[in-house]
């Protein structure tokens, strides 16, 4: 079956601090997103990319950075983070038709 | 402006049905899908449509009206469980084929 996976699912890290976002799909598809997900903003694209090497900023790209490895792997990188990027961040894949998500990663930035 | 708008909250009744709508407004169209979401979960996918007019699919049935930037989720032989939020999204074909998803319609279904 195919599927979207996230690691970690719990992360709480300080101000400031490094966190890196993993994501991989089975899916074999060529797009692949990170959303975030906040109480009263919904869904809100930060970045995505079409096929490995590839990177499109979103909506909300700001202390965020991506890459695309593979075809299969997207990181979701925060070099410094703050109290406002605590957020549920769920990735998913694509291909034609809908989008498929992973079960999310509950960030907590003190 | 740019985007994709829905209700925030419906409510029907166990037994009969209800009928979330989304409007959108973007540069470009590549079809338009419907997601489920509870609470503290992922969105699951329902439904796409590309092409004008009825999609039914059981329980899930879906509109589109590309002129009228217009769809809806029709929900038949509503059941508690059904309640949940609607997501619509919008793939946008001039924009790296990006998709732009609406906040969600919380449908709550009274017995």
């Known amino acids: 079956e195919a599927a979207v996976t996230q690691s970690p699912r719990n992360k709480v890290t300080v101000t400031g601090g490094n966190v890196t976002l993993s994501c991989r799909q089975t899916?074999?598809?060529?797009?692949m997103y990170w959303y975030r997900q906040d109480t009263g903003h919904g869904l809100r694209l930060i970045h995505y990319?079409?096929?490995?090497?590839?990177?499109q900023i979103g909506d909300v790209p700001d202390g965020y950075k991506a890459t695309r490895t593979t075809q299969e792997d997207f990181f979701l990188l925060l070099e410094l983070a703050s109290p406002s990027q605590t957020s549920l961040y769920f990735c998913?894949?694509?291909?034609?038709?809908?989008?498929?998500f992973g079960p999310g990663t509950r960030l907590t930035v003190l | 402006g740019q985007g994709v708008e829905q209700p925030d909250n419906l409510m029907s009744v166990e037994g009969t049905f209800a009928r979330v709508n989304c409007t959108y407004s973007t540069s470009g169209f590549n079809g338009l899908s419907w997601y489920q979401q509870r609470e503290g979960h992922a969105p699951v996918f329902l439904s796409y449509?590309?092409?004008?007019g009825l999609k039914d699919s059981g329980h899930f049935s879906t509109f589109l009206s590309r002129s009228n930037g217009y769809s809806y989720l029709l929900l038949t032989e509503l059941q508690i469980k059904d309640s949940a939020s609607y997501l619509c999204?919008?793939?946008?074909?001039?924009?790296?084929?990006?998709?732009?998803f609406g906040k969600g319609t919380h449908l709550h279904v009274l017995p």
């Open positions: 899916n074999s598809h060529n797009y």
């Open positions: 449509v590309v092409l004008d």
């Open positions: 990319s079409y096929g490995a090497g590839n990177l």
């Open positions: 998913a894949s694509s291909g034609t038709g809908g989008v498929y």
């Open positions: 999204a919008v793939r946008d074909d001039t924009n790296a084929y990006k998709v732009i």
